[in-house]
């Protein structure tokens, strides 16, 4: 029976066993998931709060601005997870048309520096460290590519026939 067609009940007996019964098992179902977002959810909670408390030290970028630009950019990766290419343009669309309403474009709209080839814009320490990368890769390609080429395998014995191989009993079919 469908809930709605369900008749309340009238007897008071069966009305409060029917209260404490359900009071009961949803006491219960609060009680495990109260276990369950402790040791399985709260941990993960933690280490999303931990990773951008590093986030805010590593880059000294205000608590409020990092949260606010990840949710742009957490919606704009939705969007790039959309298999409709129609659906997955408007919602892009959609982020385009509110930052030029904010402030005409001109300051907000990143999304269009971050689908665009070009660098990003990164902060004097980031680029120096990032460059000094690049510069070790480069060093390490020349240096294999001037190292010697490595010496050629060894030659192969000339296999012996494979009517020598049957009479020794190598061979067996």
């Known amino acids: 029976m ?20 359900a009071f009961r098992e949803v006491r219960t179902l609060d009680l495990d ?4 977002t402790e040791t399985h959810i709260k941990p993960l909670k933690d280490q999303r709060v931990k990773l951008m408390r590093e986030l805010k030290a590593d880059t000294t970028i205000e608590q409020a601005d990092v949260t606010l630009f990840y949710r742009i950019w957490s919606r704009q990766e939705d969007a790039r997870n959309i298999l ?4 997955r343009d408007r919602v892009l669309d959609n982020l385009r048309t509110l930052f ?11 999304i269009d520096v971050l689908e665009a080839t070009g660098p990003l814009h990164r902060p004097a320490h980031i680029q120096e460290a990032d460059e000094r990368r690049e510069a070790v890769a480069e060093e390490e390609a020349e240096e294999e590519a001037a190292a010697p080429p490595p ?8 296999a012996k026939p494979m009517a020598a191989q049957v009479k020794r009993g190598v061979a067996s079919r």
């Open 2 to 21: 469908a809930d709605q067609e369900r008749e309340p009940l009238t007897n008071i007996g069966a009305l409060n066993d029917a209260i404490v019964n």
């Open 100 to 110: 030029v309403a904010l402030n005409s474009g001109a300051m907000l709209d990143f």
């Open 84 to 87: 409709e290419e129609e659906d």
């Open 151 to 158: 010496p050629p395998p060894p030659a192969h014995k000339p």
């Open 33 to 36: 998931i109260a276990e369950m």
